[in-house]
């Protein structure tokens, strides 16, 4: 490391200096809007019957760990988002995979692909509550059709746009289409793949939720519910609020596995 | 004719699309000699790449014959050196081996003494990125050689590199070659690549592709490419085929 010039080191430690900068900022701006917000709050600025305030949210959280099973309703959205996300994922790794592979199939199915994509599955909640029951099979259901034909779209998109040179070498080897997805269309895609998971369980998040809201009996989607109903502000926005830190989690779960493959 | 170790015989290839049909390739006939080395010369979208696709299997011919004599294990190498990314050096060179099956220990060896020989040692385990783009034309070669094809199909294999290491690897390409023994058909738009590397020269016209003329390249003192861009007849050959070719702008 001694080896480095003088100059080599400052920049390093510019580089360095820098990025904590951009975490301190980050972070001052959610201080700052939480402290304003109390802040409004307390000085009866804003009506904290309709506002809230960070303070009712963290006694509202409390309440809701010591009475009302608040890890109970986590658990049951995460399991939710985590059942959709591997089905969306693992129907729409398979069908992308048949389209790509038949190229017939691929051009029959587009324009209902594209239609499926753009309807808003909302108006479906009704039909999905009416033919599979007001149960959690219901918000699965729901959570897939918003997630799974952005999925396959996405994936057969990445798959068909793969560096054709990779293609012709192989097969002017006589390569098998099992070789070509396998040692060429696969490979040169993970980093694709990983961003279609990131839309895939952001996709899955909002199906989640839109379900829970539709019909459910627990989870987070439930607590907003219910909030909303008998008008407690408090309970909507501290649910809102752990969605957020949920959704954040997720995220950063995904980007730690996209910084290993990197760093390979 | 025994010594014949590809023919190819009126060999017609029609493109089809909305607006109509274009004829690429218009009764092509020509006999390759076994541990040849033949150019295609012609001017650019004449075809000259559609030939060798078909003869590597990946077109359909629309009409004529195609006839191998003996072992047909063909090895074709593209413009660019498609090196796979996630792949280190020796994965790559061994990626042939494994489309075929083939991917045997005493293959394996085979290729590891290729990149040894050919300066590879230390790279074997690093990846394309860390490569200059000569040194990965080397890979390419190698990775073509690496399941023994006997007839080599080279698509202008070194017009993306700058022309101070395109005389150097045309130059390694020559002795490899040699040393394997192959028989080759190598497409370029270069001329004095062409002259310097061929035993025969083909001439091909504008769409749609037809031989124009076919020069034996008999050059004193036949050597290294690099020293044949120096023999007298250098010049003769170059100044015919650029009238062959008959470039307009």
Same mark, same amino acid.
């Given at each position: ?9 400052? /920049?390093?430690? @510019? ?19 939480? $402290? &304003?917000?109390?802040?409004? *709050? ?24 010591? *009475?009302? !099973?608040?890890?109970?309703?986590? $658990? ?30 691929? @051009?029959? /199915? ?35 059709? &918003? ?29 098998? @289409? ?11 895609? &993970?980093?694709? &793949? ?60 995904? !980007? ?9 | ?13 029609? %493109? ?8 690429? =390739? ?131 294999? %070194?017009?993306?590199?700058? %022309? ?21 058909? =190598? ?13 025969? =020269? ?33 010049? =003769? ?13």
């Amino acid at each position: 490391m001694s080896t480095y010039s003088l100059e080599h080191v400052k /920049f390093l430690k @510019k580089i360095k200096l820098r990025k904590y900068l951009i975490y301190i900022t980050q972070l001052s701006i959610i201080v700052f809007l939480f $402290l &304003i917000w109390e802040l409004l *709050a307390r000085l009866n600025i804003i009506n904290t019957f309709l506002f809230s305030s960070p303070s009712s949210i963290i006694s509202t959280l409390k309440v809701l760990i010591s *009475a009302n !099973n608040l890890v109970g309703h986590i $658990l049951v959205t995460l399991y939710e988002i985590l059942i959709s996300c591997l089905l969306s994922f693992g129907l729409g790794f398979i069908i992308a995979t048949i389209l790509w592979s038949n190229d017939f199939l691929a @051009k029959v /199915f587009d324009p209902y692909l594209t239609i499926l994509n753009s309807l808003p599955k909302v108006a479906l909640g009704p039909l999905i509550i009416i033919w599979v029951g007001a149960s959690t099979n219901s918000i699965i259901v729901m959570s897939l059709m &918003i997630s799974l034909f952005i999925t396959i779209i996405n994936l057969y998109t990445f798959f068909s746009n793969t560096n054709q040179s990779y293609i012709t070498l192989l097969k002017s080897m006589k390569a098998t @289409k099992k070789d070509i997805y396998t040692k060429v269309i696969l490979q040169a895609n &993970i980093k694709n &793949i990983i961003n279609t998971i990131k839309v895939n369980v952001s996709m899955n998040l909002i199906g989640v939720i839109m379900g829970e809201l539709l019909v459910s009996k627990a989870g987070l989607g439930y607590l907003i519910m219910y909030g909303s109903q008998v008008f407690n502000i408090n309970l909507v926005i501290t649910s809102v609020v752990i969605l957020a830190v949920i959704s954040s989690i997720l995220y950063y779960i995904i !980007n730690y596995f996209e910084k290993k493959y990197e760093e390979k | 004719m025994q010594d014949n170790i590809l023919a190819i015989k009126n060999l017609k290839k029609i %493109y089809h699309d909305k607006s109509g049909e274009t004829l690429a =390739i218009d009764d092509l006939s020509i006999d390759i000699k076994d541990k040849e080395i033949v150019a295609f010369v012609g001017p650019s979208g004449c075809g000259k790449s559609t030939l060798l696709g078909i003869l590597a299997g990946l077109e359909e011919k629309s009409d004529g014959q195609v006839i191998f004599n003996g072992r047909k294990k063909l090895g074709y190498m593209l413009q660019t050196d498609s090196l796979m990314p996630w792949r280190t050096i020796l994965e790559n060179a061994l990626i042939g081996l494994e489309i075929s099956k083939t991917k045997t220990k005493e293959n394996i060896d085979k290729v590891n003494k290729m990149l040894d020989k050919y300066g590879l040692h230390d790279f074997k385990d690093k990846y394309p990125r860390n490569l200059s783009g000569g040194m990965r034309q080397r890979v390419a070669l190698i990775r073509t050689l690496a399941t023994n094809p006997n007839i080599l199909l080279l698509d202008e294999p %070194y017009s993306a590199l700058d %022309y101070q290491t395109r005389l150097a690897l045309s130059n390694d390409l020559y002795k490899i070659i040699k040393e394997e023994g192959k028989t080759v058909l =190598i497409i370029t738009h270069d001329i004095a690549e062409a002259i310097s590397m061929a035993d025969r =020269i083909v001439v091909l016209s504008k769409r749609p592709c037809k031989i124009k003329k076919i020069y034996d390249v008999n050059l004193t003192n036949k050597g290294l490419p690099i020293d044949n861009r120096k023999a007298p007849e250098f010049s =003769i050959y170059y100044d015919k085929i650029w009238r062959d070719l008959d470039v307009h702008l």
